[in-house]
């Protein structure tokens, strides 16, 4: 978990409520990346940058926003439209997205609905 | 498209025993695979990783896995299991440019004493 950082550790969202989720990182990669896990289905990539400015949408973007207006900061809203929220959200970062680099990942956000 | 299959749920070893964790995978052209360890409520821990080489790689904690090319696997293995081994762990896969990596479900790995 080092060198990444999510917070909080637990959040609460309202029916209707749009929420973010924070993922900073000191590593100094280019690569940022958003992965939702649900019990027994692994993890699901929501969206991923490359590039400060740029990103893109992974397998399960809907419901999802993200920017990316600093290297070191990727954050993750979850809007109205995400039905079905409650999961665990892993933020992780590589060096660049080559195929050959490894992802570290943060300590993880859950996101309950109230 | 890439898919990783891990076919157990959960495997149970008992403390001192060797242990395997087993991970198929289906990529088009040469694969980059990867196995990390997630303890409960935490992040994922890079374990260890195969791109090119040696067919057996080692990694942290004493963890090695076998990648084996004809039949498409990449197991992950350790002589000998310790009661903190006990954790979740996941196999995952991303064929060589740029592309997204593919994690399998997870296997459960319980570790009694």
């Known amino acids: 978990d080092g060198g990444i950082t999510q917070s909080p550790k637990y959040l609460f969202r309202k029916e209707g409520q749009n929420v973010t989720l924070s993922c900073e990182q000191n590593l100094n990669h280019d690569a940022m990346y958003w992965y939702r896990q649900d019990p027994g289905q692994g993890l699901r990539l929501i969206y991923y940058s490359q590039i400060v400015n740029d990103f893109q949408k992974g397998d399960i973007a809907e419901g999802y926003s993200v920017s990316r207006e600093k290297k070191e900061s990727f954050p993750l809203t979850v809007t109205s439209a995400q039905k079905n929220p409650t999961a665990f959200y892993l933020c992780a970062s590589s060096i660049a997205r080559d195929s050959q680099e490894t992802q570290y990942f943060g300590p993880g956000t859950r996101l309950l609905v109230l | 498209a890439q898919s990783v299959a891990q076919p157990e749920d959960q495997v149970n070893v008992a403390e001192g025993n060797p242990l395997t964790v087993k991970c198929t995978y289906s990529?088009?052209?040469?694969?980059?695979l990867f196995w990390y360890v997630q303890y409960p409520n935490r992040g994922l821990q890079f374990l260890l990783k195969y791109i090119t080489g040696d067919n057996l790689v080692k990694g942290s904690y004493g963890f090695e896995a076998e990648f084996n090319k004809s039949q498409t696997s990449f197991h992950l293995k350790k002589p000998s299991a310790l009661v903190s081994d006990s954790a979740l762990y996941f196999c995952a896969v991303r064929p060589g440019g740029y592309s997204t990596l593919t994690f399998g479900k997870g296997t459960m790995l319980l570790v009694s004493p």
């Open positions: 990529v088009s052209g040469n694969p980059y």
